[in-house]
Antibody, heavy 120, light 109 residues
Framework: EVQLVQSGAEVKKPGESLEISCKGS????????IGWVRQTPGKGLEWMGI????????RYNPAVQGQATMSVDKSTTTAYLQWNSLKSSDTGMYYC?????????????WGQGTLVTVSS | QSALTQPRSVSGSPGQSVTISCTGT?????????VSWYQQHPGKVPKLMIY???KRPSGVPDRFSGSKSGNTASLTISGLQAEDEADYYC?????????FGTGTKVTVL
């Protein structure tokens, strides 16, 4: 079964750093792009960016570029999203998703989501 | 890159059809056949319903169909059922990354 399993919920203070993870299993990890999506409370979905696990080619949504950094570890088939200095506006649910099939634009499956709360 | 434009809400009675539009530009929806649609029930993970403009993943009922004309993509739900009540988001490739639509709440009357 193709699966993405994300790390657990986090509560942080403004200015702190954070790394959340997304472990892929049941498929060839380096054959499909991984994307990160943010959903803020009561709002819609917003792409953070996409990363190619084969070569770490990363493409960020310009609207959120600089807010967080994507990376992968091929040896553990895990993708990461990392913040150096969190802001309250980073509060939200973060999902990872796998490219469904090459050259189709679909994303599936999705991880179960990681809730990040940033509050003083 | 701005979010794609969707109607805030649409509604229909059971058995009816509803169509959700998704308007972008020639740099996203109009430029690529990489439009996908996602269903999200409250508190749940988004689910892929349509990819590549009009393709359905296995397991998605054929009541769901997708199309595109110019810079506007559409999702049609035929034979509306109670379990179709959810938020729906379109998504398009932009040449380097992806962008979502603003989201549409579908209400089954």
């Amino acid at each position: 079964e193709v699966q993405l399993v994300q790390s657990g919920a986090e509560v942080k203070k403004p200015g702190e750093s954070l790394e959340i993870s997304c472990k892929g299993s049941g498929y060839s990890f380096t054959s499909y792009w991984i994307g990160w999506v943010r959903q803020t409370p009561g709002k819609g979905l917003e792409w953070m960016g996409i990363i190619n696990p084969a070569d770490s080619d990363s493409r960020y949504n310009p609207a959120v570029q600089g807010q967080a950094t994507m990376s992968v570890d091929k040896s553990t088939t895990t993708a990461y999203l990392q913040w150096n200095s969190l802001k309250s506006s980073d509060t939200g649910m973060y999902y990872c998703a796998r490219q469904y099939a090459a050259a189709t634009g679909g994303w599936d499956p999705w991880g179960q989501g990681t809730l990040v709360t940033v509050s003083s | 890159q701005s979010a794609l434009t969707q109607p805030r809400s649409v509604s229909g009675s059971p058995g009816q059809s509803v169509t959700i539009s998704c308007t972008g530009t020639s740099s996203d929806v109009g430029g690529y056949n990489y439009v996908s649609w996602y269903q999200q029930h409250p508190g749940k993970v988004p689910k892929l319903m349509i990819y590549g403009v009009s393709k359905r993943p296995s397991g998605v009922p054929d009541r769901f169909s997708g199309s595109k004309s110019g810079n506007t993509a559409s999702l049609t739900i035929s034979g509306l059922q109670a379990e179709d009540e959810a938020d729906y988001y379109c998504c398009s490739y932009t040449g380097r990354y992806y962008v979502f639509g603003t989201g549409t709440k579908v209400t089954v009357l």
